[in-house]
């Protein structure tokens, strides 16, 4: 690694259930505006939980160009593809003279497991009466199911069609590790730059927890069921946090050398440094592992634990997940300043890292650290100096970003206002 080799964030794009862009994204965000709201599909069935944070007026043949790739894109690789379109206009990267090879893709991602409702009309064929014949499946799927569905499904897709479009021909990756993708995936096209194998990187995550076919395989047993009040399911580090509520969304970022930003006069957002990583296999510890993450970013950074200004934590909602989080930063970060923003918008999957980093970003820009929703009540098993109420605007210029995800990979990253 060239030490010399700075790497620094010059554009971004979002698509969420705040809004789409970044400006749209940001004012929602001081607005504390809430995204969760009832979703009339799941209300009028008998699904256990009927609420959700679903994106608003996105329409991706706005960004998707050619519109025939539309055909050989899931809603996630949309949304990823629309994100990047976004972030790049952000960065004014097309007038740039990068050179193809000098540009690459890397995205966080996940499973994507297709529309509940392309599987329809082989589902019935398989029926014999009046029962699901598995016999049947092999034989009928080549006639019953989109020719190209696996193309349109593939997780990798995302940074293979972003990187097409946007002439990128040097590296290109896909990070699949569940919700911590996303902040993995920038630190490896962060480490592009560094190892001088790229001047400029498209980053981002993209994920959905909404689609039926993923919500059927994972189950809704850790979800909270405030059906009666979705508004206030969503509230990480609160003693009466009841799970988790599941939205949809991607980010994307743009990352550059320093000198390269520079030399070409891009608006310098916010400088990046290197993550720190662990892993709590199951049954271990995962305070401990997210210790482990933060004491790594702090160090790779080179700065000390008093100098972060807050944290956007990951803030699942969750009873276990919240306990160990915020166990870690009090004992890494002491009384440091907290934030959750899955409170206004859910939990995003594989998007959410990359769309709470852009609320990082923004509020080290803005010197504006959101305030947690629905934060009424501390709980005494979560140690944390949560945010809420005020936003906090005297924050000092280092911030922190957590995320982990449910199979217990942990990332931290500091990132540091310009």
């Not at 189950?219 to 988790?244: E, H, K, Q, T, Y």
Request: net charge negative.
């Amino acid at each position: 690694m060239d030490p010399s080799r700075q790497v620094v964030i010059t554009g971004l794009g979002v698509v969420s259930p705040l809004g789409i862009g970044r400006e749209t994204f940001w004012e929602s965000l001081r607005a504390s505006k809430n995204g969760v709201v009832k979703i009339p599909t799941y209300a009028d069935s008998e699904m256990p939980v009927d609420f959700g944070a679903p994106l608003q007026d996105f329409d991706p043949k706005q960004y998707v160009k050619p519109r025939k790739a539309l055909k050989v894109m899931c809603r996630e690789i949309q949304t990823a593809f629309s994100a990047a379109a976004l972030a790049t206009d952000d960065a004014k990267l097309h007038d740039a003279d990068t050179p193809p090879e000098r540009k690459g893709a890397v995205f966080g991602s996940q499973m994507l497991y297709g529309d509940v409702f392309e599987y329809a009309d082989l589902f019935r064929e398989c029926i014999e009466d009046g029962e699901f014949t598995y016999d049947k499946f092999g034989p009928s799927f080549p006639n019953r199911m989109y020719p190209l569905w696996m193309l349109k499904n593939l997780p990798n897709m995302a940074a293979c069609h972003i990187a097409i479009a946007q002439d990128a021909k040097g590296p290109n990756n896909t990070i699949l590790l569940g919700e911590a993708s996303s902040l993995l995936a920038v630190d490896e096209a962060a480490s592009a730059i560094r190892r001088n194998a790229a001047d400029v990187m498209i980053v981002g995550g993209t994920g959905t927890r909404l689609e039926l076919t993923g919500w059927i395989f994972r189950g809704a047993w850790n979800m909270s069921r405030r059906n009666d009040d979705p508004s206030v399911a969503c509230r990480p580090f609160d003693r009466d946090r009841d799970g988790i509520v599941n939205g949809e969304g991607a980010g994307s970022l743009i990352l550059e050398s320093r000198e390269h930003a520079v030399r070409r006069g891009a608006p310098i957002l916010a400088s990046l440094h290197e993550a720190g990583n662990s892993f709590a296999p199951h049954g271990q510890d995962l305070s401990e592992a997210v210790q482990r993450s933060i004491q790594a970013a702090l160090r790779s950074a080179g700065v000390e634990a008093s100098d972060i200004g807050h944290v956007n934590a990951h803030g699942i909602s969750t009873v276990l997940g919240d306990r160990a989080e915020s166990q870690a930063i009090r004992e890494t970060l002491g009384d440091v300043p907290v934030t959750a923003l899955k409170s206004q918008f859910g939990h995003l999957g594989a998007g959410s890292g990359a769309v709470e980093l852009i609320g990082t970003v923004l509020a080290l820009q803005n010197s504006f650290v959101p305030p947690t929703l629905n934060y009424e009540n501390p709980d005494p098993r979560c140690p944390v100096n949560v945010i809420h109420g005020q936003p906090l605007t005297d924050a000092k210029p280092f911030a922190l970003k957590l995320s982990q995800s449910q199979t217990g990979q942990t990332v931290a990253m500091v990132v540091g206002a310009e």
